[in-house]
Every structure is written in structure tokens, then in C-alpha cells.
């Protein structure tokens, strides 16, 4: 019989866990691996009927036993968006450069990548710890949000 574990290494579930996230971040280099079309049909859906978006992605949960997004593009695209509007911002009320720089990277690494990694972290424990329902039947899979930005 095969030994489940390997000497020195830790078991499959830990080491997946541990590497699911530098895959995230080696995906946002790669722009053909990106659904940028269905990225920007979902972020007009959650602004004009996000019932259907909640549907596609109750889809994406039953096939891939999966909720959050396989690929970074959303995240990407949010972040270019706001590098936009904060250069807009800074181009209508003559800010210097340095300053724009200063805004443009305090928007984009302090109010939205950091703070959104937060709420997060705590709307991810909050959903794990106390809004999971506890299936009697041993045959369910286990319902669980992962943590992925």
C-alpha cells in the first residue's frame, strides 16, 4: 500500500490550501488565462440585476464545489478602475504629481486591497463559525467558504 504522506512534507489538504494562493497571484501576470468578457458581464450584472450573478455563481458552487472566482481578472479590472477614478480625481481638483502618485497608491493598497483583505478575513470567519448548517447526512459534502480575494 502507497503511504498517503510523503516524509517531510506536510499532507495534500495543507500543502493545497498553501498553494492555492500564490497560484491567485501568479494568475494576475497572465492575461490570456483570464475571463476578462464574463468579468465585465458580472460586474454589470451586480449593478443591474445581481440575482442572476448569485445564480452563476450557485452554478459555479454545484459543478466546482468552489465559490470564489478561479481567476484574478475581477480583482484586476476593480483595480484598474479605481487607478482611473483616482487619477481622475487628482486630474479635476490639480493635485501634483507626487501627490497623485501618493493617492493613487494609498486608494489602491490601503483602501482597497488592505481593507478589503480584512473584511474579508472577517466576513470569512463569521460565515464559517456561525452560518454554516451542519449536515446530519454523512454522504453531503462539507459546505464551507474558502478565503480567496
Not at 41 to 66: A, E, G, I
Not at 78 to 98: E, G, M, N, R, W
Not at 107 to 126: D, E, K, P, R, S
Request: aromatic share 12%; with cysteine; net charge positive.
Amino acid at each position: 500500500m502507497l503511504p498517503t504522506t510523503s516524509k517531510g512534507r506536510s499532507s495534500s489538504s495543507t500543502s493545497r490550501a498553501n498553494s492555492t494562493f500564490p497560484h491567485y497571484l501568479r494568475r494576475i501576470v497572465k492575461w490570456q488565462q483570464m475571463d476578462i468578457e464574463y468579468t465585465f458581464w458580472q460586474m454589470l450584472h451586480l449593478c443591474t440585476s445581481p440575482k442572476v450573478v448569485y445564480q452563476h455563481t450557485k452554478y459555479h458552487k454545484q459543478t466546482k464545489n468552489q465559490w470564489a472566482r478561479d481567476d484574478p481578472a475581477f480583482v484586476v479590472i476593480c483595480s484598474l478602475l479605481l487607478i482611473v477614478a483616482t487619477l481622475a480625481y487628482c486630474a479635476a481638483y490639480d493635485h501634483s504629481a507626487a501627490h497623485a502618485v501618493f493617492v493613487v497608491i494609498s486608494v489602491l493598497l490601503f483602501h482597497f486591497l488592505i481593507t478589503g483583505a480584512v473584511l474579508a478575513t472577517c466576513c470569512w470567519f463569521l460565515t464559517n463559525s456561525y452560518l454554516r448548517e451542519e449536515a446530519p447526512n454523512s454522504h453531503v459534502v462539507e459546505q464551507r467558504v474558502e478565503w480567496q480575494v
